[in-house]
């Protein structure tokens, strides 16, 4: 079963410096992956998605992930933290139930604290 | 509506009481799931609709949760006797379909608090 290992519950950094939220995944056959976001008291926001078409893949916001089979990770990066990127991360993984339709493994979710 | 719509946002109950939180997905989203995201936890699968059927109830955590659709539009999540243990944040998702890569759209969340 396909499953997510985010590293790090809570990562701090401060603005203007690089973020690094670390995801690996575990998949026996080609993974979807997604990273999602959550603001205070907010749902859960799509951030970008991996669906094989480019290992690097661009989201909203200044973030982008890259996919690395070697590495079986998915880690999010950006190059220089605001204090709007405050929020809860969280990578998924896309299993496909033997109904054939898919859902969304996530991961525990890395909190990240950007301070002035 | 222009985004998932969940209610009520914050649901305060007395332990044993029974409770219905209400998922109004985007129009034309043929699948919906629900999570649970507790606190300091990540988001737990309880349930996944694909129209009105429920193909996967794996994530239920015991049969006083239970969930149904109908008019393969409106979802409800029922939790019968609450317990401590149940309070938590729900949070329904629906998707154009159950295809492999398709983004999920989330709601608020309900926040359930058993006192």
């Known amino acids: 079963a396909q499953s997510v290992t985010q590293l790090g519950s809570h990562v701090s950094v401060s603005e203007g410096a690089l973020v690094l939220l670390r995801c690996n995944y575990s998949?026996?056959?080609?993974?979807?992956l997604f990273w999602y976001v959550q603001y205070p008291n907010q749902g859960l926001q799509l951030l970008l998605k991996?669906?094989?078409?480019?290992?690097l893949v661009k989201g909203i916001n200044g973030f982008e992930a890259e996919f690395k089979k070697s590495e079986t990770s998915f880690h999010l990066t950006k190059p220089s933290a605001h204090m709007s990127d405050a929020a809860e991360y969280f990578c998924?993984?896309?299993?496909?139930?033997?109904?054939?339709?898919?859902?969304?493994?996530f991961g525990t979710g890395t909190r990240l604290l950007v301070s002035p | 509506g222009a985004g998932v719509s969940q209610s009520p946002s914050n649901k305060v109950t007395e332990k044993g009481k029974d409770v219905e939180l209400r998922c109004d997905p985007i129009?034309?989203?043929?699948?919906l799931y629900w999570y649970r995201q507790s606190l300091g936890q990540g988001l737990e699968f309880l349930i996944y609709f694909q129209g009105n059927s429920a193909p996967d109830k794996s994530g239920l955590p015991s049969d006083r949760f239970s969930a149904e659709r109908t008019g393969g539009s409106v979802s409800t999540l029922t939790i019968q006797r609450t317990q401590q243990e149940d309070s938590a944040v729900y949070l329904c998702a629906s998707s154009p379909q159950g295809g492999f890569n398709t983004e999920a759209f989330f709601g608020q969340g309900t926040r359930l608090t058993v006192v």
């Open positions: 998949s026996s056959v080609p993974p979807y």
């Open positions: 998924a993984v896309s299993t496909l139930l033997n109904t054939g339709f898919q859902k969304l493994v």
């Open positions: 991996y669906t094989s078409a480019a290992t």
């Open positions: 129009s034309g989203h043929t699948a």
